[in-house]
């Protein structure tokens, strides 16, 4: 999947998960100074930014193929070597990086296990590979969407896509499947505050996802019904929520 939105919607729905997330990826994925390093599927820059700031803008090179991303990654973070690419052709020579890291990206490429070889290829002998998703209940801003979505197209709707990649062993199995070794395991968790519900159901409408594709070219009148389940179901606040999202997250050795 190529994400055709610009930078600051991804940030305001998912980037305020995933910018807590890439520092505990970046620990678990033993990012140091004086690695180079590579981010697959970037996006607007949420795990590139921590990466620069750990090991510097020069040691540091990022594959997305979305053209909206890759212009936010050229803005915000110059010096990088940023390339529209996917996950499955990566356009660096074999043994070019010391870590070489897919933060929330395995789930939306059209080729996983190309993926894992092609991120194995671009990875130093005895350099790692690290892998991280949302697990499959991990997101608590999925369910009041879920039942948004129920209340506007109806009981008999085409389910939505069930993601794959979304536990430690999946993550695992992938990688050990690459050729890689010593494969290790872990979950992470984040939490997001929200000032409003207002702002939780903003965000979702601007993003276009899984989550929220299905609220585009709706009506006013549909839109406020998939309004008021959403709020339902998340218990109807009436001002600050937080919610969690916890990743599963796997790590091996080239």
């Not at 890439?22 to 697959?40: C, M, N, R, T």
Request: with cysteine; net charge negative.
């Amino acid at each position: 999947m190529v994400f055709h939105i610009d930078g600051g919607a991804y940030d305001r729905f998912m980037g305020r998960y995933s910018t807590q997330l890439a520092p505990l990826f970046a620990d678990f994925a033993g990012v140091e100074a004086g690695q180079q390093v590579l981010d697959v599927g970037a996006g607007p820059g949420a795990l590139t930014a921590q990466l620069v700031a750990r090991v510097g803008a020069e040691r540091v090179a990022a594959a997305e193929p979305s053209p909206e991303f890759i212009a936010a990654l050229g803005s915000r973070l110059p010096g990088i070597d940023a390339r529209e690419a996917p996950a499955e052709q990566l356009p660096w020579k074999a043994a070019s990086f010391d870590t070489v890291l897919a933060q929330l990206v395995l789930s939306f490429v059209s080729d996983a296990p190309a993926a894992a070889s092609e991120m194995r290829r671009v990875a130093r002998s005895g350099g790692v590979v690290a892998l991280c998703m949302w697990d499959e209940d991990g997101l608590e801003l999925s369910p009041p969407l879920h039942a948004a979505r129920k209340a506007v197209v109806g009981e008999d709707a085409q389910p939505l896509r069930v993601l794959p990649f979304r536990s430690e062993g999946a993550l695992g199995d992938l990688l050990a499947q690459a050729g890689l070794q010593r494969v290790e395991t872990t979950t992470l968790e984040v939490k997001s505050e929200y000032s409003s519900f207002d702002e939780f159901w903003e965000v979702s409408r601007a993003m276009i996802g899984p989550d929220t594709a299905w609220m585009q070219g709706l009506d006013d009148a549909r839109l406020a019904t998939g309004r008021v389940a959403a709020h339902r179901a998340l218990g109807s606040p009436g001002g600050a929520f937080t919610l969690s999202a916890r990743a599963a997250a796997a790590r091996a050795q080239n």
